[in-house]
C-alpha cells in the first residue's frame, strides 16, 4: 500500500527570511507521482520472467491503470485465455499483437483483444535477501 503524505503547511514569514528558504520543497509524495486516477489505478505482481528483456523481473510490482488505451509500445495487461498476463502491445498494419519472451500472439489467434489495463509503472525490490527482514521483508509487493 502507498502511504500519503500530508502536504505542507505554509510557513509564515515573520522578521528577516532565512536565506535557505529558497531549497525548501515538500515531501515527495509516491502516490501523487505514481498514481494519477485513484479509482482505475490497480497492482498485480508479476510472476515468471516472461518480461525480463523488456525490464520487468518476477516479483515487480506493476501499476496499471485501466483509463488509458494502449498505444504501440506500451506494456500492457492482457486477459488471454482465462488468466492475465503481461505482455508488449504493438500494432503493426492496422492489427494488434502481444508480444513477450515466451512468444507472441495476434489478434486473430485469440479472437478478441482484451486488453484490461496499462502499465505506467514498475516498482522493484532491490534490498538483498539478508536485509528483507521485519518491516522490510514485504517493500514493493502485495
Given at each position: 500500500?502507498?502511504?500519503?503524505?500530508?502536504k505542507?503547511?505554509e510557513?509564515?514569514?515573520?522578521?528577516?527570511?532565512?536565506?535557505?528558504?529558497?531549497?525548501?520543497?515538500?515531501?515527495?509524495?509516491?502516490?501523487?507521482?505514481?498514481?494519477?486516477?485513484?479509482?482505475?489505478?490497480?497492482?498485480?505482481?508479476?510472476?515468471?520472467?516472461?518480461?525480463?528483456?523488456?525490464?520487468?523481473?518476477?516479483?515487480?510490482?506493476?501499476?496499471?491503470?485501466?483509463?488509458?488505451?494502449?498505444?504501440?509500445?506500451?506494456?500492457?495487461?492482457?486477459?488471454?485465455?482465462?488468466?492475465f498476463?503481461?505482455r508488449?502491445?504493438?500494432?503493426?498494419?492496422?492489427?494488434?499483437?502481444?508480444?513477450?519472451?515466451?512468444?507472441?500472439?495476434?489478434?486473430?489467434?485469440?479472437?478478441?483483444?482484451?486488453?484490461?489495463?496499462?502499465?505506467?509503472?514498475?516498482?522493484?525490490?532491490?534490498?538483498?535477501?539478508?536485509?528483507?527482514?521485519?518491516?522490510?521483508?514485504?517493500?514493493?509487493?502485495?
Amino acid at each position: 500500500m502507498i502511504r500519503s503524505f500530508e502536504k505542507r503547511a505554509e510557513q509564515k514569514i515573520s522578521g528577516f527570511q532565512s536565506p535557505a528558504a529558497d531549497y525548501l520543497e515538500g515531501r515527495l509524495d509516491l502516490a501523487e507521482k505514481l498514481v494519477i486516477d485513484p479509482h482505475s489505478t490497480f497492482y498485480f505482481q508479476m510472476e515468471g520472467t516472461a518480461m525480463l528483456s523488456y525490464g520487468i523481473a518476477d516479483a515487480d510490482l506493476l501499476v496499471i491503470d485501466r483509463s488509458l488505451k494502449p498505444h504501440h509500445g506500451s506494456i500492457v495487461i492482457a486477459f488471454i485465455s482465462g488468466s492475465f498476463s503481461c505482455r508488449l502491445f504493438l500494432e503493426e498494419n492496422g492489427s494488434y499483437l502481444l508480444t513477450n519472451d515466451t512468444g507472441t500472439i495476434s489478434e486473430t489467434e485469440i479472437g478478441l483483444l482484451l486488453i484490461w489495463g496499462v502499465v505506467t509503472s514498475v516498482c522493484r525490490n532491490v534490498l538483498p535477501k539478508t536485509l528483507r527482514r521485519g518491516r522490510y521483508k514485504d517493500v514493493c509487493t502485495l
